[in-house]
């Protein structure tokens, strides 16, 4: 199996990048909003929006947690990727020396 050509390989990490850094934005976005949410039930005396309130909070929290998951798959798949090199640099490397 032969390696990407260079740039493929950085323009899939430049994809990756930006899609980290664009999950992040969403992260924070929603970390916001569930905050913001958070406090204006804190302030409500009324029992039914305070469950809307918390319906709408289980619902971005589970959001959140998808968000979550899909940052750690991608920062899986870069450490996967920084393996594979590693492996395939030694693996030339006891090739090239003769130590296999």
Not at 5 to 14: E, W
Not at 47 to 71: D, Y
Request: proline share 4%.
């Amino acid at each position: 199996m032969s390696d990407p050509p260079p740039n493929q390989s950085s323009a899939m990490q430049t994809r990756q990048e930006g899609l980290e850094n664009n999950l992040q934005g969403e992260i924070r976005m929603l970390r916001k909003a569930m905050q913001r949410v958070f406090e204006l039930g804190q302030t409500e005396q009324d029992p039914e929006f305070t469950l809307k309130v918390l319906r709408t909070l289980s619902i971005a929290s589970g959001k959140l947690a998808g968000l979550l998951k899909s940052q750690q798959q991608i920062a899986g798949a870069e450490e996967n990727e920084a393996t594979a090199a590693i492996s395939q640099a030694l693996r030339e490397l006891m090739d090239e020396w003769g130590l296999k």
